[in-house]
């Protein structure tokens, strides 16, 4: 006990000598608790990497590009994913001599610090950063990100598999997702050989040859229909199943595919309409059939699909990680899907984004369905990462992300130590961020 208190103690009595002993244990504690709670040390960015893994990915809204960030901290470096040489640099450059634990002041500085409003590239570059300044955090206080934003509020998360085929063949590939452990299986919208028949360039037609396959979507309906039934079969009446419209479909054909296939109870009807037209088409679709829409795999952040969320016009979005720009938008997005009741099927990214993923979803309390894709295995570039077992993402309770890399199979693209120009940024009274 603190001495002057145990001296006037003596003279107390038992119900006073008690609040004062608890009086001297919560001082003691109080002394204690600035070390254990300010456990984050005083740090400062000091350089961005950029480094290309070896099965790189072209298609951008699935960059597995790497991304280090250093500080001035001996062996506190951060991870992340995805984005290109050009969308990371100009993001990395605010980040250079900024604390790396005011995470949502990078993240307003990133996205304002710039004259044009950030496009979906530039916020998957900023995303692959914001994910790096996550896993700084958490390696820091020795924590998984997900204890740093609420805690795991499942256990793992659902999967599905993908596959394509017609008849027996898609019932047999159905049946052995459901015994690998997926929550569903996917199927493809009846999609052709692009190249054309037998690989050797696409049909010919009057005005010539053409580079690739005649997709039909009026024919191809139909087809859907047949394959729908097939894979009911196949996933069983315990079973999911869902389809990728893959944005091929003018409204007219995509509402005859979800009315053909509503007896077969869909977990849900995948970009059934054209995403230049989601906003417009989306809403009347949601009121003409019954069964479950999902869309947004090209989306950026927020502000792409609000509305559609708010009005409950779709019942999963498909947004993912790091194309919304990072863990930090994607828990304002799992906020307004909670809000309106509408799930998360993330579409998939790198392996990275994917191991993210757990620690951004597992405390949201909605439903969620990952796209698991090729990440099955862990790439060579990957020693420590994604957890996939049974067919479902399991946390692994390792520091920050849980990632760590095998730096022989990175080639190192560029390296960004100099905040470059000074750039005209306001703020407003309280100190908060406001664009310039």
């Avoid at 914001?130 to 955090?137: E, H, P, R, T």
């Amino acid at each position: 006990m603190i001495p002057r208190l145990k001296k006037a103690a003596a003279t107390l009595t038992p119900t006073r000598r008690h609040f004062l002993r608890n009086l001297a244990v919560g001082a003691a504690a109080a002394a204690v608790l600035p070390r254990a709670f300010g456990a984050l040390p005083k740090a400062k960015i000091t350089k961005v990497n950029i480094y290309r893994p070896p099965n790189l990915n072209l298609h951008f809204n699935q960059s597995n590009m790497v991304v280090t960030i250093e500080t001035d901290q001996p062996g506190l470096i951060g991870v992340g994913e995805g984005g290109s040489h050009d969308t990371i640099e100009q993001c990395a450059t605010r980040l250079i001599g900024k604390n790396p634990f005011d995470i949502e002041r990078c993240w307003q500085d990133m996205y304002r610090a710039w004259f044009y409003p950030p496009g979906r590239e530039k916020i998957h570059g900023l995303g692959a950063l914001d994910m790096a300044l996550w896993d700084i955090k958490g390696k820091s206080l020795g924590v998984p990100v997900y204890d740093l934003i609420g805690g795991m509020n499942r256990t793992f998360l659902e999967s599905y598999s993908s596959g394509a085929g017609t008849g027996t063949l898609l019932q047999e590939l159905a049946r052995a997702a459901m015994e690998q452990g997926f929550r569903a299986f996917r199927m493809d919208a009846a999609s052709l050989d692009r190249m054309g028949r037998g690989g050797q360039g696409g049909p010919v037609t009057d005005a010539g040859p053409l580079p690739g396959a005649i997709y039909n979507t009026h024919e191809r309906v139909r087809q859907v229909a047949k394959d729908a039934k097939d894979l009911r079969i196949g996933v069983g009446e315990n079973g999911d199943w869902l389809i990728d419209l893959h944005q091929r479909f003018d409204f007219a054909d995509g509402l005859r595919a979800c009315k053909l296939v509503e007896e077969y109870e869909p977990y849900l009807m995948e970009d059934p309409v054209r995403p230049d037209n989601f906003n417009d088409d989306l809403p009347k679709l949601r009121k003409m059939t019954t069964v479950p829409l999902a869309a947004g795999e090209e989306w950026g952040q927020r502000w792409d699909f609000n509305k559609l969320v708010e009005n409950k016009d779709i019942d999963y979005v498909r947004c993912t990680l790091p194309n919304v720009g990072g863990i930090t938008e994607m828990l304002k997005i799992a906020a307004l899907c909670e809000t309106h009741a509408v799930g998360i099927v993330p579409h998939f990214t790198g392996s990275i984004s994917t191991a993210a993923l757990v620690h951004a979803l597992g405390p949201f309390s909605g439903p969620v369905l990952v796209e698991i894709g090729s990440n099955r295995t862990l790439p060579p570039h990957i020693n420590q990462g994604l957890e996939f077992r049974k067919g479902k993402v399991w946390p692994n309770g390792r520091p920050g992300l849980g990632v760590t890399l095998n730096m022989e199979q990175l080639t190192l693209v560029a390296s960004i130590t100099d905040p470059g120009a000074a750039r005209p940024v306001y703020f407003r009274p309280d100190g908060s961020q406001t664009s310039w």
